[in-house]
C-alpha cells in the first residue's frame, strides 16, 4: 500500500527523541518491518561495526521496497540510506525536553541491566559528563547545532530532491501527526 | 512562457510559502523567485483593495480568478497561506511549500516594528494601501496583527501538520524553517544548486 510518507522511512533527531518507539508505531500502521540503526551497529563490549562491514547492511537495508529506520549515523546514512528514502522525519525535540528523557533512560536501563540489541549494557555514571562528547548528555547538545546545519543543507541539496522531509517540534506535533498516518491507514479508503 | 525551469532546482518550480505574519514570507518568496527565474506572486497584493478591502472576504470569486491567473504557468513563487481557498486552486500542482516558523517572541517585534516603519514611511503596499499602526498595538482589537499572529499561531501549526500527513498533499515537499539563519543557510543552498557553475552533489543521485 501506499501512504503518504511512502514506504521507505528514516528517522532522525537527538538521542532520546523518540526514534524507535515511532519506528514502530509507523511500521505497524504501515505493514513495514522497522529497523533500529542501534542494534545493526553495536557489537558486544560497546565495540561499533567498522565500516566495510556497517555499510553494506546498511545498502542490504535500503535495498528493501518498504522499511521504517530509525537512527542517524547521518554520514554513513547519508550516502548508503538516505538516496531511497521516500521521506525522513526529523523529530527536532527541545533539549528541556530530551536532556530529562536521556537521564531517566540512562538510569532505568542502567538499574535494570537490561540488555540493549542483544549486546551491552547501560552504563549510567558516564552519560552525565556534560563536557564529554562521548557521554549522551554531551552528545545530545553538542550534535544539536551540527544536526539542524546539515538537516536544513540537505533539504536543499538536489541530491535529495524528492525526498519528504517531515520536521516535527515538539511531543504534541509527533502524536498529532502519528495518529493522522494512522488514521489514514485505516480508513476504508 | 519565458520562465524556463531552471534544471537543478531542488525545490521544484511551484512554490508556496507559508507561515504566521511577518515571518519573512515575502522576502523568501522574491530571492528565490530571483533564484529560479520565477515570477513572485504575492497574495496580499492579490487580495487588498484600497481601504484594506479584502477580496478574499468580500469577493472570493475574483480574488480566485486573480490567484489562478497568476499561478497558471509552470514556475511561480506564491508568498502567503489563504489555504481554505489556495488548496483547491493550485495545491495539487506544488512541488513545494516552505513553511517559515520562527518563535512568536521573534515574530512579534518584527510586527511592531515593519508597521511602525511602514507607517512613517508611508509606503504604498502593493500600490493600494498605506499602513496602519496604531491598530496593531490595541492586542484586543480585531484589525490588530499582534492580535491576529498570537491567535492564529496554534490553529495554523495543527492544520499544517494535519496537510503534511494528508494523503492529498503527498506530491508536495514541506521545509519548515523555524529561524531566520536556517532561512538564509536555506537560500544560499538553493542558490548555489541553480547556479551554472554548481558542483556536482557528491551524494549518489536519488533513486
Not at chain 2, 484600497?50 to 497568476?70: C, I, K, N, S, T
Not at chain 2, 508597521?115 to 484586543?140: A, C, D, H, I
Request: one cysteine or more; hydrophobic letters at 45%.
Amino acid at each position: 500500500m501506499t501512504s503518504t510518507i511512502g514506504t521507505r522511512i528514516v528517522l532522525v533527531g537527538p538521542t532520546s527523541s523518540g526514534k524507535t518507539t515511532l519506528a514502530d508505531r509507523l511500521g505497524t500502521a504501515l505493514g513495514l518491518p522497522s529497523t533500529d540503526l542501534d542494534a545493526l551497529y553495536w557489537k558486544p563490549g560497546w565495540v561499533g561495526a567498522e565500516d566495510d562491514e556497517w555499510h553494506p547492511r546498511l545498502r542490504a537495508l535500503a535495498a528493501g521496497e518498504g522499511w521504517v529506520v530509525a537512527g542517524n549515523y547521518i554520514r554513513h546514512t547519508m550516502p548508503n540510506l538516505w538516496p531511497r528514502a521516500e521521506t525522513i522525519v526529523w523529530l527536532d525535540l527541545p533539549l528541556r525536553v530530551v536532556l530529562p528523557r536521556v537521564l531517566r533512560r540512562s538510569w532505568r536501563r542502567s538499574r535494570s541491566r537490561e540488555l540493549l540489541w542483544g549486546t551491552n549494557v547501560e552504563r549510567f555514571w558516564p552519560q552525565l559528563k556534560f563536557w564529554d562528547p562521548k557521554s549522551l548528555v554531551g552528545y545530545a547538545i553538542q550534535t544539536r547545532v551540527r544536526m539542524r546545519n546539515h538537516m536544513v543543507a540537505t533539504m536543499a541539496n538536489p541530491a535529495f530532491a524528492r525526498v519528504r522531509f517531515v520536521r516535527l517540534r515538539s511531543p504534541a506535533e509527533i502524536e498529532a501527526f502519528t495518529r493522522a498516518i494512522e488514521g489514514a491507514c485505516h480508513s476504508p479508503s | 512562457m519565458s520562465h524556463a525551469a531552471p534544471p537543478r532546482s531542488p525545490i521544484g518550480t511551484r512554490i508556496a510559502i507559508i507561515g504566521n505574519t511577518s515571518a519573512g514570507k515575502s522576502t523568501l518568496a522574491a530571492r528565490l523567485a530571483r533564484a529560479l527565474d520565477a515570477p513572485f506572486v504575492e497574495l496580499d497584493a492579490l487580495n487588498f483593495e484600497p481601504g484594506w478591502r479584502a477580496l478574499a472576504e468580500h469577493d472570493p470569486h475574483e480574488f480566485v480568478r486573480r490567484v489562478r491567473e497568476a499561478t497558471q504557468g509552470d514556475a511561480w513563487v506564491v508568498a502567503g497561506g489563504y489555504q481554505s481557498l489556495t488548496q483547491d486552486l493550485y495545491w495539487d500542482r506544488l512541488h513545494t511549500v516552505i513553511w517559515l516558523d520562527p518563535p512568536l517572541q521573534r515574530v512579534l517585534p518584527r510586527v511592531l516594528s515593519r508597521s511602525w516603519r511602514r507607517w512613517r514611511s508611508k509606503e504604498l503596499l502593493w500600490g493600494t494601501n498605506y499602513e496602519r499602526f496604531w491598530p496593531q498595538l490595541r492586542f484586543w482589537g480585531p484589525d490588530s496583527l499582534l492580535w491576529y499572529a498570537v491567535t492564529t499561531q496554534r490553529r495554523k501549526h495543527d492544520a499544517t501538520i494535519a496537510a503534511m500527513a494528508d494523503p492529498r498533499w503527498s506530491h508536495i515537499r514541506f521545509l519548515r524553517l523555524t529561524s531566520f539563519a536556517e532561512v538564509d543557510a536555506f537560500v544560499a543552498g538553493v542558490e548555489r544548486s541553480v547556479a551554472p557553475r554548481a558542483a556536482a552533489p557528491t551524494t549518489e543521485e536519488a533513486r
